[in-house]
């Protein structure tokens, strides 16, 4: 595994820009770009990572961008990958589609399911932040239960989709599951993602100090917290075999109860009006996919 001090010098994610102190996006965009090293091409649509690329004529990143219509993300990165084939230069560069999770798992999933079952060859990047941030934080498919938003004044009464589970039951070559929280993960995953061809796809967990209501200091702190919990697992699946990476493979492998889920939610304020029996149901979900999780990593 690569170490923090290993990672390139080289910057394309520029300092200065325009998303919140504390963002997550920015820490994992980073790391990607460092992955990929410069050579790639984008498909953005709205959200956070558009705020943070910049409006016209100034942007903090020196990457080729395409801003691209909210559902359209995946379907623009294969007509891009498509136009690198045509021109002789898929080899030197990779298509990098990289959208939130509202514009990922509701609003751009049957573009992003067609480009898996036909296998175009990119990197489909959701950073999940939890929610449709941009807009002022209202409820997205993959929002946790319990989480307060605009839309869910109480808190939101259902458990997350399960996009990383979806993608994979297309049969693509690469499935991850990361968190800014460990750009490291982040950077290993995106170094391996690019040495395949065909759809690759990757969630990353991005802490949002605004949505979530916490101090923008404890982006890393509270990113670091959900792995010990459980709530978010990094793993990858190469080829269909599964495997836990980095930190939930070292917790898997202490066989130590995780940390209580009831911790990570104490810290945050999108999550005060979770009752005590609300709180008991999310521990009973994580601790049934945490369970899922290392069974699979030991059968395989
Ligand atoms: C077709 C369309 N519908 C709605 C919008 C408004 N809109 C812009 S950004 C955004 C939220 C996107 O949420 P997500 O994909 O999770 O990214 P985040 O903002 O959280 O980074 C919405 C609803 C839009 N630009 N285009
Ligand atoms: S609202 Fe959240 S995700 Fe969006 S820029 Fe601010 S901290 Fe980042
Ligand atoms: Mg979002």
Known sequence: MTRIADLPASEYVLPGNRACAGCGIGIGLRAITKALDGRVVMTVPASCLTVLGGMYPTTSVELPWINVAFPSTAAAAAGAAAGLRAMG????????????????????????????ERNDDFIYLCYDNEAYMNTGTQRSGLTPQG????????????????????????????????????????YDKVVKARGIHGLRYIHMNTPCPSGWSFDPKDTVRL????????????????????????????????????????????TQGRFKSMTTEAIADVQEWVDGRWAGYVERNSAE
Request: aromatic share 6%.
């Open 147 to 186: 989480a307060r938003t605009t839309t869910t004044w109480s808190g939101k009464h259902e458990n997350p989709k399960d996009l990383p589970r979806i993608m994979e039951a297309h049969g693509i070559p690469y499935v991850a599951s990361t968190s800014a929280a460990y750009p490291t993960d982040v």
């Open 89 to 116: 230069k898929a080899d030197d560069m990779t298509v990098l589609a990289m959208a939130g999770d509202g514009g990922t798992g509701d609003i751009g999933i049957q573009a992003l399911s067609g480009a898996a």
């Open 223 to 266: 990113g670091k917290l959900a792995v010990e919990c459980g709530i978010v697992v990094l793993y990858e699946v190469e080829g269909g075999v599964f495997r836990l990476t980095g930190r939930s493979a070292q917790l898997a492998k202490s066989g130590k109860p995780l940390t209580p889920v009831a911790e990570y939610i104490a």
